[in-house]
Antibody, heavy 120, light 113 residues
Framework: EVQLVQSGAEVKKPGESLKISCKGS????????IGWVRQMPGKGLEWMGI????????RYSPSFQGQVTISADKSISTAYLQWSSLKASDTAMYYC?????????????WGQGTLVTVSS | QSVLTQPPSVSGAPGQRVTISCTGS?????????VHWYQQLPGTAPKLLIY???NRPSGVPDRFSGSKSGTSASLAITGLQAEDEADYYC?????????????FGGGTKLTVL
């Protein structure tokens, strides 16, 4: 069974750094793109960026370029999303999802989500 | 302001048919990029409902169907059931002078009356 399992909920203070993870199993992790999606409280889905774990080719949404860093460690089939200095506006649920063999594919399956709360 | 436009809400009685539209432009849906649809039940992660404009993944009931024409796409749900009450999102790809990237619609909340 293809599965993506994300790290647990986080509570952080403004200015702190954070790295959340997304571990894939049941498929060839290095052969499919992995995307990250933000969902702010009560709002819709926003595409943040995408990474190809095979060679770490990464693309960012213009809205998130420079705000976050997407990376992957193919040796442990894990993708990451990180912030160097969190803001209260980063409070949201973050999902990872497998995108398939091209950047234009559909998102399936999805991880269960990681809730990030940033509050002083 | 989402690149793909969906109605904020739709509603229907059990057994009825509802449609959700997803309107794009010549740089995304109109450029030939596929449209995909997701269902998000309250408090859960989104789930793929339709891929490649009109294809259903295994396990998705045939009450759900998708279509695409020109710069728009639609999701139709027939025989509406209470369990269909959820948020629905369309997704495609956009390629313009500013770059190429995935785009989502703003989402549509379906209420089963």
């Amino acid at each position: 069974e293809v599965q993506l399992v994300q790290s647990g909920a986080e509570v952080k203070k403004p200015g702190e750094s954070l790295k959340i993870s997304c571990k894939g199993s049941g498929y060839s992790f290095t052969s499919y793109w992995i995307g990250w999606v933000r969902q702010m409280p009560g709002k819709g889905l926003e595409w943040m960026g995408i990474i190809y774990p095979g060679d770490s080719d990464t693309r960012y949404s213009p809205s998130f370029q420079g705000q976050v860093t997407i990376s992957a460690d193919k040796s442990i089939s894990t993708a990451y999303l990180q912030w160097s200095s969190l803001k209260a506006s980063d409070t949201a649920m973050y999902y990872c999802a497998s995108v398939g063999a091209t950047t234009r594919g559909w998102f399936d399956p999805w991880g269960q989500g990681t809730l990030v709360t940033v509050s002083s | 302001q989402s690149v793909l436009t969906q109605p904020p809400s739709v509603s229907g009685a059990p057994g009825q048919r509802v449609t959700i539209s997803c309107t794009g432009s010549s740089s995304n849906i109109g450029a030939g990029y596929d449209v995909h649809w997701y269902q998000q039940l309250p408090g859960t992660a989104p789930k793929l409902l339709i891929y490649g404009n009109s294809n259903r993944p295994s396990g998705v009931p045939d009450r759900f169907s998708g279509s695409k024409s020109g710069t728009s796409a639609s999701l139709a749900i027939t025989g509406l059931q209470a369990e269909d009450e959820a948020d629905y999102y369309c997704q495609s790809y956009d390629s313009s002078l500013s770059g190429s990237h995935v785009v989502f619609g703003g989402g549509t909340k379906l209420t089963v009356l």
